[in-house]
């Protein structure tokens, strides 16, 4: 008894014996590998060797229900007289404890080839791998690339035209300024420009925004600040933010040292000034 399996092959339907049989005993297909099936599992069961005591042709035809059967097999080879009964012919190359080992141990073997193909045994084998699979990878980022930059479509007479890209999204470059349209946007709704984009590249390369078009982005960051109550602080909207800078120092020095704007720095006073604490000051 080898156990609650038995095999067999996938294309017996298609076998030239099994067609035999059918002419034979003038049954279809399905019932001659049904009595097949019920033949082999029970030799399977009861036997180690193929040989089933107490068994004929004649038991073989009332078990399966299908007369003539047993002799069919007979004629046909796959079944033998033998002094007890019957005997399975190369039993113990299909089925059987040895049998059923032997398929046991080709199927695990194969799987461990399969296995052995995507699994790797050590670090440089993995490296290797990685190797092996880096100019596919980059192949296929080229082909990605390739189709993302150029796509065709039909035209009406049946030709193909090649339709542009869309643009891809970016960082904010570091030399960003507003274009004309921008800087006239900024200026239309009374915004102090300088203000406005120093604070516009601070958090759009603080949070590493991207954008595909930095100019639509720099209008609607315009329109935010509307938005928020920023408008109205400067008139001149165009005016640099190098130039705002100087201005914001100069005002600082005016405080620091009491100078009013328009004065000299060689004025009245014998060459000095007052800070804001009073003390006075010379001036180179």
């Avoid at 040895?98 to 699994?119: I, L």
């Avoid at 904010?172 to 200026?187: N, V």
């Amino acid at each position: 008894m080898a156990g609650d399996w038995i095999k067999m092959r996938c294309n017996l339907w298609d076998d030239p014996r099994v067609a035999q049989l059918c002419d034979l005993t003038s049954r279809g297909e399905a019932e001659i590998i049904g009595g097949l099936y019920w033949l082999w599992a029970s030799t399977d069961q009861h036997s180690e060797d193929g040989i089933m005591p107490g068994l004929s042709a004649k038991s073989i035809d009332r078990k399966t229900g299908i007369k003539g059967l047993g002799d069919a097999l007979l004629e046909i080879g796959w079944l033998a007289d033998h002094p007890e009964g019957v005997r399975i012919v190369r039993f113990e190359e299909h089925n059987g404890r040895s049998a059923k080992r032997r398929c046991s141990e080709s199927v695990r073997k194969m799987s461990a080839r399969d296995a052995d193909n995507v699994r790797t045994e050590s670090g440089n084998a993995a490296d290797e791998v990685q190797q092996s699979c880096a100019p596919r990878e980059e192949k296929r980022r080229e082909e990605v690339n390739h189709s993302s930059t150029s796509s065709t479509r039909s035209t009406s007479d049946g030709s193909q035209a090649t339709r542009p890209a869309s643009k891809r999204a970016t960082q904010l470059p570091a030399d960003f300024e507003p274009d004309g349209t921008g800087a006239d946007y900024a200026a239309a709704r009374h915004l102090n420009t300088a203000a406005e984009l120093e604070a516009f590249r601070n958090h759009h390369t603080a949070k590493g925004t991207t954008f595909k078009s930095w100019q639509a982005a720099w209008r609607t960051w315009c329109d935010k600040a509307v938005q928020f109550g920023r408008a109205g602080q400067a008139p001149n909207a165009r005016a640099s933010p190098r130039a705002t800078a100087a201005q914001e120092r100069e005002q600082v020095s005016m405080v620091l040292t009491g100078r009013k704007a328009g004065d000299g720095q060689g004025g009245s006073g014998g060459g000095r000034e007052r800070d804001i604490t009073g003390e006075a000051v010379r001036v180179a």
